[in-house]
């Protein structure tokens, strides 16, 4: 073994100063107790969740990219960036979780570990993000509706699935690429990180509860600017009303119709579901000496891929992409004598 570490009665190697970090040596044990007993029933929910999580959110793409009217629109490029987030997040992060269940050693090296660790961060966070981004957007349309009409612009639908991106790669990759440090012990064919104190600190502040707080309050003032919006249109006269209505079709139709309780119940879920990872995670970062039970840590981790996986099953209950699916799915597939076309046309609906 290398200089500067000792080996114990188990076979772990640990390094010299591994008495400042005490319960490592008990949580990797309990990790290597909790693979033997629980590794197959882990495996089994990884591997349903892996299959839900693609086929639920590859149908939604697929409908989303097939349908020329909710591919067009900023919003719903928004929601396929959504999708295709956490389809990636079954593809790359569950089924390395099954990988790692069913063996029992890790063979894929260091290089990979680290990678599906800052996925395992990337992706929740970039969704998180695209969740604030559409916030935003509703936010702007209920207060600023004038200003909205005026800063449509050509690449917006390229921008609005860009930008989460660049968030998340900035905020995320210097934390967990810059703040991986040695662990306190050495660790044969398993995947065990350590952070640096101050970014195990910083990546739950900066990846989940300074965007979560953000968008609570977007939530909050968006629903209280609407409620006012449509208190006041109720009081315009019929005539006003009706003029109203004209321009509000067509185009902006969708943006009028996007369903903002849909991302309410989708934002709130995500929120509730990844808090407890998240604050257990903050809490070992400034209390080294709470390390937590590992079936507690599992049952928190699980939470979070669990939403992340399959959340995008509730877009289901906006019109557009229901409307979308029936035609793509029951109509687009059934035998017909003619020939259909390659998109679908949706009948534009007024609020």
Request: charged share 10%; with cysteine.
């Amino acid at each position: 073994m290398t200089n500067g570490t000792i080996q114990d009665g188990s076979g772990l190697y640990l390094y010299e100063d591994y008495h400042t970090y005490p319960n490592w040596t008990l949580f990797i044990r309990d990790i290597e107790k909790a693979h033997n007993v629980h590794s197959m029933p882990i495996a089994i929910f990884a591997i349903v969740l892996t299959c839900l999580s693609t086929l639920v959110n590859f149908c939604l793409c697929f409908v989303i990219l097939l349908t020329r009217e909710l591919r067009s629109q900023p919003l719903y490029a928004c929601v396929l960036n959504f999708c295709f987030i956490n389809l990636l997040m079954g593809l790359l992060v569950n089924s390395l979780v099954v990988y790692q269940e069913m063996s029992p050693f890790w063979k894929l090296g260091p290089i990979v570990c680290k990678t599906w660790i800052v996925l395992d961060v990337l992706l929740p966070f970039t969704s998180l993000m695209t969740l604030i981004l559409m916030s935003i957007d509703r936010f702007v349309f209920a207060r600023m509706h004038s200003l909205y009409k005026s800063v449509k612009f050509r690449l917006q639908r390229e921008v609005y699935a860009i930008l989460p991106w660049i968030f998340g790669i900035a905020i995320v990759l210097p934390v967990w690429i810059g703040g991986f440090k040695r662990s306190p012990i050495d660790v044969q064919d398993m995947c065990v990180f350590g952070l640096v104190d101050e970014a195990s600190v910083a990546s739950p502040i900066l990846v989940f509860f300074l965007p979560a707080l953000f968008l609570v309050l977007v939530m909050i003032f968006t629903n209280f600017f609407s409620f006012h919006q449509n208190s006041t249109e109720q009081s315009r006269t019929p005539s006003a009303r009706s003029v109203s209505t004209r321009r509000t079709s067509g185009y902006y139709a969708y943006e009028n119709n996007f369903s903002v309780v849909t991302l309410y119940l989708i934002s709130v879920t995500f929120l509730i579901l990844w808090a407890p990872f998240h604050m257990m995670n903050l809490l070992l970062a400034i209390c080294i000496a709470c390390m937590p039970p590992y079936s507690l840590i599992v049952g928190f981790t699980y939470m979070g891929a669990t939403v992340s996986s399959v959340i995008s099953f509730f877009w289901l209950t906006d019109y557009h992409i229901r409307y979308s699916l029936k035609h793509v799915i029951c109509d687009r597939f059934r035998k017909q004598n003619n020939t259909q076309s390659n998109t679908v046309t949706l009948t534009l609906i007024e609020g």
